[in-house]
């Protein structure tokens, strides 16, 4: 659950989402199918499809989608291949590949991406 949004996967693997982000949305919207995990943050969220395709939408103001942009989007963009895990927090987010990497995108002033660094960042940094 975001701050003002909540996901689920269905038994099927279809994403729904209500609450206040990319819609005013008092009853679950299908979002994506073949979805495989999920994370929501503040005012994003994120999730993997069953191929690996690591997609976001939502609150994007301090590069927390990932796609190396500002702009907010009311519908998935996607971010990256390979994907394995996601998780956000309330303004970045971690993914962990297939392979066992990890990467970080978004807010990152309190280092909170573990770069060792204090600057946001706009697209997958490998950590």
């Known amino acids: 659950a975001g701050n003002s949004h ?4 269905s038994e099927g693997g279809d994403l729904y989402g209500f609450g206040k982000n990319f819609c005013d949305c008092s009853n679950p919207v299908k979002i ?8 929501a943050g503040g005012s994003h969220a994120l999730y993997i499809s069953n191929d690996g395709g690591l997609f976001g939408f939502g ?8 796609d190396d942009s500002t702009a907010d989007h009311s519908k998935p ?16 987010t971690l993914c962990i590949t297939i392979s066992g990497d990890l990467y970080g995108f978004g807010q990152n002033v309190f280092g ?7 600057s946001a960042r706009s697209k997958p940094l490998k950590i």
């Open 6 to 9: 909540s996901l689920y996967i």
């Open 32 to 39: 994506a199918t073949g979805v495989a995990n999920v994370t």
């Open 59 to 66: 609150g994007d103001f301090l590069h927390q989608l990932g």
């Open 77 to 92: 963009v996607k971010v990256a291949t390979g994907a394995a895990r996601v998780a956000a927090g309330d303004s970045h």
């Open 112 to 118: 909170q991406l573990g770069d060792w660094r204090s």
